[in-house]
């Protein structure tokens, strides 16, 4: 039975969790690892196009309007395929869709086009334009050809593609520079491309490699915590092999000699039947012990799981508390709650931290003949924005996992509550009555519980 002491240390270890969890929850908060640098990558590639707008508009700003208009109406067009693009390209890397091929050339194609414009505008200009009006259309006429590199090589799939297509650019604004414009000029904005471009290129391609490195480590992730429980079920698999494989044999022996011994009207073959009997129910008797073994399973080992399984999976786990000394029954009863609430921590939801408490709370003085409650609570921050079995819930609907936890915790006259704990975490607590006497014969001081499960679980 716990003190006051220890539910003061147990409430400072576990202070920090307890705030990460009832932290807000926001639109961005709700999102996965993986989805947050998804959407992070597609934000910063559709800021992309309007970089190249908000840029365009602002350097054509000193140019006559009769010159701006047709640069400034390509470069919207220009702006507005690339937005296109980007949300189809970055589908194709996640696999959601087929690689956009048509968009791609066409947007390569309207970044020709207006790099002409820009070029053309550059020969109308007056014999000696200001500074400003040179620099402008050059400008513009390299803001085409490089983003129109940088967001074109979010289709590739290989860095020789990206390097063929940084080449592209480069000597195609040369050839189209020549064509329109003096050689020195025309050579100087093709190193401007050059460099534009692939820097940018350099820029997508490392996004894109990010990107792809995420969902593999993702989807690792969920590889092992399914390798996990594919484990477990061989486990039993096992036992339950060992289990019956030679009695099985041994029963299918026994049984077809004692068809053979009726057959010649033997009494032997009633001894063979009363064997076969007795191991059938040696059997019988061996897989109720592995059943139980698997069905009620030790609350530390299931508190020392939890915390391996949960951290291996990327979840911060906190453990407080100790089983010690509590009676088996008790133990047994709450092990099964861990279980299935870190498996559905696992299966539902997307929790970045879980805490596990477990204290013994005593009776006190004005509940006189009532003994200590053991209270093992598990919260999460998992909670799923659409209705879903909640994490840290067996099944918040009311299920058969919620309402079998029911009747266990009911053997021992134990009681269940679950459900929302603020607006982004899921809270599952489950209490025992642990009779006093066997607390006290356990020998285990309740001022002592709190540090052996930091030394323990740590």
Not at 140 to 164: D, E, P
Not at 293 to 315: C, H, K, M, N
Not at 343 to 367: F, K, M, Q, S
Request: net charge positive.
């Amino acid at each position: 039975m716990t003190g006051t002491g220890d539910h003061e240390d147990a409430a400072t270890y576990g202070a920090t969790a307890q705030a990460a969890i009832r932290r807000p929850r926001t639109w961005w908060g709700r999102k996965g690892t993986a989805a947050k640098v998804e959407s992070y990558t597609r934000i910063s590639f559709h800021l992309f196009p309007v970089a190249q707008l908000v840029t365009a508009l602002l350097s054509l700003t000193p140019v006559p309007a009769r010159s701006a208009l047709p640069v400034a109406g390509a470069v919207l067009v220009h702006v507005v395929l690339g937005l296109r693009l980007t949300g189809q390209a970055l589908d194709w890397v996640a696999g959601r869709r087929a690689q956009p091929r048509r968009l791609l050339c066409a947007y390569v194609a309207c970044g020709f086009a207006g790099a002409a414009i820009a070029a053309l505008v550059l020969v109308k200009l007056p014999d000696d334009p200001p500074a400003t009006y040179y620099t402008a259309c050059a400008g513009t006429y390299v803001l085409f050809l490089a983003f129109g590199c940088g967001l074109g090589v979010l289709v590739l799939r290989t860095h020789r593609q990206s390097l063929v297509a940084v080449a592209v650019a480069t000597f195609g604004g040369w050839l189209l520079g020549s064509a329109l414009l003096p050689a020195p000029a025309a050579a100087a904005l093709a190193l401007s491309t050059l460099l534009s471009a692939g820097g940018l290129t350099l820029a997508s391609r490392f996004s894109v490699w990010l990107l792809q490195a995420v969902y593999e480590l993702d989807e690792a992730r969920h590889t092992r915590a399914r390798l996990a429980v594919a484990e477990e079920r061989l486990r039993f698999g096992r036992d339950l092999h060992d289990v019956l494989g030679r009695n099985l044999s041994v029963i299918a022996l026994k049984s077809e000699l004692a068809v053979r011994l009726a057959r010649r009207d033997r009494p032997e073959a009633v001894e063979q039947m009363e064997e076969v009997q007795r191991i059938a129910q040696e059997s019988q008797r061996e897989v109720r012990e592995v059943v139980r073994g698997y069905r009620e399973p030790d609350l530390f080992t299931e508190l020392l799981g939890a915390q391996g399984v949960l951290s291996a999976a990327g979840i911060t786990c906190t453990v407080t508390g100790t089983p010690t000394g509590l009676p088996r029954p008790v133990q047994a009863a709450l092990a099964w709650v861990v279980r299935e609430a870190v498996t559905n921590v696992l299966r539902h939801g997307n929790a970045a931290h879980c805490r596990i408490a477990l204290t013994v709370l005593p009776a006190g003085p004005r509940a006189k003949g009532r003994p200590p409650v053991a209270e093992l609570t598990v919260e999460n921050d998992g909670v799923p924005s659409a209705p879903a079995p909640s994490p840290g819930s067996p099944d918040s609907t009311g299920g058969h996992g919620l309402a079998g936890l029911r009747e266990r915790l009911a053997a021992e006259q134990g009681t269940l509550e679950a459900g929302p704990a603020g607006k982004s975490a899921f809270r599952l607590v489950a209490r025992v009555p642990v009779p006093a006497d066997e607390v006290a014969e356990a020998g285990v001081p309740a001022e002592d519980s709190s540090e052996r499960a930091r030394q323990e679980l740590e």
